[in-house]
C-alpha cells in the first residue's frame, strides 16, 4: 500500500517536472536542427539530422565566444560585491541590537517587492552623475543594488539561530567584534554563503535589463544581451538561437548542481532558534 502511495506521489511530482525538462530538452533538440525542421509539423522530438549541431554550435559560439569575458566580469564583480556586504550587514542586523534595526529590516524587505524595472531609472540617473554608464562597473553595482537586500534577509534568519552565549563567551574572552565576526560567525555561515554565492552567481550571470539599460556600447554587452545577434529585423535565426542559448545556460547548469547540495541547508537555515 506504501509502495502504491510513493508511485501516485512520484507521478504527480512528475507533471511540474515535464513542464520544466520539455522546454530544455526541445532547446536542445532545435539546436541541432535547421529553422524549417525545428517548424516541422508534427515537431520533431528527436533531430532528422543530428550534424547539424556541428554548423549551429560552431557558429554561435564564434558570434558569443567574445563575450564571455564580459559575462564572467560581471559575475565575478557581482559575487564579490555581495560576499562582502551582505554577511556583514546580516549579522550586525542579527546580532548588534541596532536602533534602527526595524526600518532596515523594513527597507530590504520593501527593495524585494519592488518590481526591477521600477528602479532603472533611479538608478540610470543615479549612474549617469557618476559616470557609470556604459561600464561593467556600473552593471556590477544595478545589479548588486538589487540581489543584496534578498541575500541579507536570508542571512539575517540564518545568523539569528547562532547561540548568543557563544559569541558572549568570545566577548569574556577578549574576542573582538572584528574577530568574532572572522572566526566564528563566518565559519558557521558556509553553509548559508554557499547559498548565496550560488544566488549571486545567478543573478550576475543571468541579468538582462540592467546590461541592456546601461551598457551602450556592444563590445561590452553580456552574453545576455549579445543572444540578442540572432534577432533580426526580418525573422529569428531560431537554431542559431537555440543553440546559444543552451551554450549561455550551460555554467549556470554546472554551478547548480555543483552547490545544490548546500541549496536545501542555506534555503532552511535560521528555521530554529535557540
Do not use: C
Not at 116 to 121: D, F, G, K, N, R
Not at 181 to 196: E, G, R
Not at 213 to 225: G, M, N, R
Amino acid at each position: 500500500m506504501r509502495q502504491k502511495s510513493m508511485w501516485k506521489w512520484t507521478l504527480v511530482a512528475l507533471i511540474p517536472v515535464s513542464f520544466i525538462v520539455f522546454p530544455i530538452y526541445y532547446v536542445l533538440v532545435g539546436s541541432m536542427m535547421t529553422t524549417s525542421q525545428i517548424f516541422h509539423q508534427p515537431p520533431y522530438l528527436i533531430p532528422p539530422n543530428p550534424q547539424e549541431i556541428i554548423g549551429n554550435y560552431s557558429r554561435s559560439f564564434r558570434i558569443l565566444g567574445p563575450y564571455f569575458l564580459n559575462s564572467i566580469i560581471v559575475t565575478l564583480g557581482v559575487m564579490v560585491v555581495i560576499l562582502l556586504l551582505s554577511p556583514a550587514a546580516a549579522f550586525a542586523l542579527a546580532k548588534m541590537r541596532l536602533k534602527l534595526e526595524n526600518i532596515f529590516n523594513f527597507i530590504f524587505m520593501l527593495i524585494q517587492m519592488l518590481p526591477i524595472t521600477a528602479t532603472i531609472i533611479p538608478l540610470y540617473l543615479f549612474f549617469r552623475e557618476f559616470r557609470l554608464i556604459n561600464t561593467l562597473l556600473g552593471v556590477v553595482l544595478a545589479i548588486s543594488s538589487f540581489a543584496v537586500s534578498f541575500i541579507v534577509i536570508m542571512l539575517t534568519s540564518y545568523m539569528r539561530s547562532f547561540p548568543v552565549a557563544m559569541i558572549e563567551s568570545a566577548e569574556i574572552d577578549g574576542a573582538s567584534l572584528l574577530g568574532i565576526y572572522w572566526k566564528i560567525v563566518l565559519p558557521l555561515s558556509m553553509p548559508a554563503l554557499a547559498t548565496a554565492s550560488l544566488f549571486a552567481f545567478l543573478q550576475g550571470w543571468s541579468n538582462f535589463v540592467f546590461p541592456l539599460t546601461l551598457i551602450q556600447d556592444d563590445k561590452l554587452y553580456p552574453l545576455s544581451i549579445r543572444l540578442f545577434t540572432f534577432v533580426g529585423e526580418f525573422g529569428v535565426q531560431w537554431n542559431y538561437l537555440m543553440a546559444g542559448s543552451f551554450i549561455y545556460s550551460v555554467p549556470s547548469i554546472i554551478v547548480i548542481l555543483i552547490g545544490s547540495k548546500f541549496l536545501i541547508s542555506g534555503l532552511t537555515a535560521g528555521a530554529f532558534k535557540e
